[in-house]
């Protein structure tokens, strides 16, 4: 008996050694953090009267310490006034922001391909952000772009961007058993946030395409789709009646 719980002790722990990181190891329980809640891509500026406001030791933490964390990751930033080692009224610090899409739900998927959605979560859009500090760790910065050389590149008219919509009013289930009238517990293909049933012959969809340039010489736009469909068999109908036909037109 002693030696078949040694047997499952050691099992275990060799488990644990081989098993996948939690996702917290960025964590540092020797250091102090300040979190604050993002739900918007975007640019943000925190002052240090704000940081004091919150209760943050500006007057003891030397600016160039600082460190930002989201994603289970250090984030850039970019530290205003703090080469002299304090932090003063008018320092601040800027660092680019995103809100909480679906980069963390690929993991619940047995499958992460299977992901319907990967720029939009399951669960909530904000994402968290911690501010610390460390006066030995490796720091992430934005350097500002000192080369004032302009003359040395070609100049152009326009410049080629992005913009994406994303239809998600329902949410679906994934894989459904007719028989039982419910979902899969398990995560699975086509479950997530999507568009309701398109049942009509046109579907018009609307990409945000803010100052376009209309003139000659631009090279070709790109349109990207993804979509989903799936069968309902509780309806009964053959294969043939059911399968769909998607064309996609700009």
């Known amino acids: 008996m002693t030696r078949t719980l040694w047997?499952?002790?050691l099992l275990a722990q060799a488990l644990g050694v081989c098993g996948q990181p939690y996702g917290n190891e960025w964590i540092d329980h020797d250091r102090r953090?300040?979190?604050?809640?993002?739900?918007a891509d975007g640019i943000q500026r925190i002052d240090s009267a704000t940081l004091a406001q919150s209760g943050?030791?500006?007057?003891?933490?030397d600016p160039r310490h600082l460190m930002l964390f989201a994603r289970e990751e250090q984030v850039p930033?970019?530290?205003h006034g703090g080469e002299d080692g304090v932090m003063n009224t008018d320092d601040f610090i800027e660092f680019r922001t995103f809100r909480n899409d679906g980069w963390a739900d690929a993991r619940l998927f047995p499958d992460p391909a299977q992901q319907l959605n990967p720029r939009h979560s399951l669960f909530n859009d904000t994402l968290r952000y911690y501010l610390t500090w460390d006066a030995t760790a490796e720091k992430k910065r934005i350097v500002p772009y000192a080369d004032t050389d302009h003359a040395a590149y070609p100049e152009r008219t326009w410049n080629r961007a992005y913009g994406t919509h994303q239809v998600t009013s329902i949410y679906h289930g994934g894989d459904y058993d007719p028989q039982r009238l419910t979902s899969s517990g398990m995560y699975t293909e086509?479950?997530?946030f999507a568009t309701g049933n398109i049942t009509t012959n046109a579907y018009s969809i609307g990409v945000p395409t803010p100052h376009a340039f209309q003139e000659e010489?631009?090279?070709?736009?790109?349109?990207q789709t993804t979509?989903?469909?799936s069968n309902h068999p509780a309806f009964g109908l053959p294969d043939s009646v059911m399968d769909h036909h998607m064309v996609v037109r700009a």
Do not use: D
């Not at 953090?33 to 739900?39: H, I, L, P, Q, S």
């Open 190 to 192: 086509g479950e997530g």
């Open 7 to 9: 047997s499952v002790l």
């Open 33 to 39: 953090y300040w979190r604050f809640n993002v739900a």
């Open 77 to 79: 930033i970019y530290v």
């Open 217 to 223: 010489g631009l090279p070709p736009a790109v349109v």
């Open 56 to 61: 943050f030791p500006v007057q003891e933490v």
């Open 227 to 229: 979509f989903m469909g």
